[in-house]
């Protein structure tokens, strides 16, 4: 019971990690003695958060592409040479794109489905034989898909194919958690409500705005790092080793409905 919520000593991927939830989780692993990969598409923006993250423990910046294939092997190549195993795989790269429905660019739908549902079930795929390595009944290895309350309900604006993409992975982990829990290998996802990212900036910029949202939400504020960081430990840690296929929300309340 004393380490109940101990996470030192593993190795984790942290996709999409150079800002936002991914840069919350993160840096809540990184504190409480993980071995952190980060990735994002955007070299500099990646390296200069593994950079923040590295004074307060291990953080390695790992650049990648993950909407093609040949992205996603070359991260996991990086990954498989630098370590024997990998024992948390956080999938929360992601995309989304607004436009009114009768206008919906077909490429943009594409785009946010790829990245969000495609790439997610590919690089866990590839994944996998770093995951079996180290895994075990006490100790499952963990797979972590971030989806969002968006992938729960409908209660706020339509935002097609991200809500979609966001609900798919939710019945994909269910799937993916049944298939490889033989192999002590956990499947769960988180479905944060808002937090502050590069995605939500539009609207928790604006102090109105913000200021809606948050006495939208049941709780009656925004999301803090710890929140998901706290989430995440919980299902990597041997407080969570019994749980997979389920979606964890990490929103104050809001999939409730409105406050």
Avoid at 75 to 85: C, D, G, H
Avoid at 136 to 144: C, E, F, G, I
Wanted: net charge negative; glycine share 8%.
């Amino acid at each position: 019971m004393k380490n109940l919520f101990s996470v030192e000593g593993k190795v984790a991927l942290v996709t999409g990690g150079s800002r936002g939830i991914g840069e919350m989780i993160a840096e809540g692993l990184v504190a409480n003695g993980v071995r952190v990969y980060i990735c994002a598409r955007k070299a500099e923006a990646c390296d200069a958060t593994a950079a923040r993250l590295s004074e307060i423990g291990e953080c390695i910046s790992v650049p990648a592409d993950l909407s093609t294939e040949a992205g996603i092997t070359a991260l996991v190549e990086q990954i498989a040479s630098a370590e024997e195993q990998l024992d948390i795989l956080i999938n929360n790269a992601g995309a989304t794109w607004g436009a009114p429905l009768d206008d919906f660019p077909v490429a943009a739908f594409e785009k946010v489905m790829n990245l969000n549902v495609n790439s997610v079930f590919e690089l866990t795929r590839q994944c996998l034989p770093l995951l079996r390595k180290g895994a075990s009944a006490p100790d499952p290895s963990r797979v972590v898909i971030t989806s969002s309350v968006e992938g729960l309900s409908t209660s706020r604006q339509a935002n097609f194919p991200y809500s979609a993409s966001k609900a798919g992975v939710i019945h994909l982990a269910k799937h993916l958690a049944k298939t490889v829990a033989p192999e002590n290998i956990t499947v769960n996802c988180l479905a944060p409500g808002p937090f502050e990212s590069k995605m939500m900036a539009f609207a928790l910029d604006n102090p109105d705005m913000r200021s809606a949202i948050a006495g939208s939400i049941p709780l009656q504020r925004i999301g803090e790092p710890e929140d998901v960081a706290g989430a995440v430990i919980y299902l990597c840690s041997r407080a969570g080793a019994y749980v997979t296929g389920q979606t964890l929300a990490v929103d104050g309340g809001l999939v409730l409905g409105p406050a």
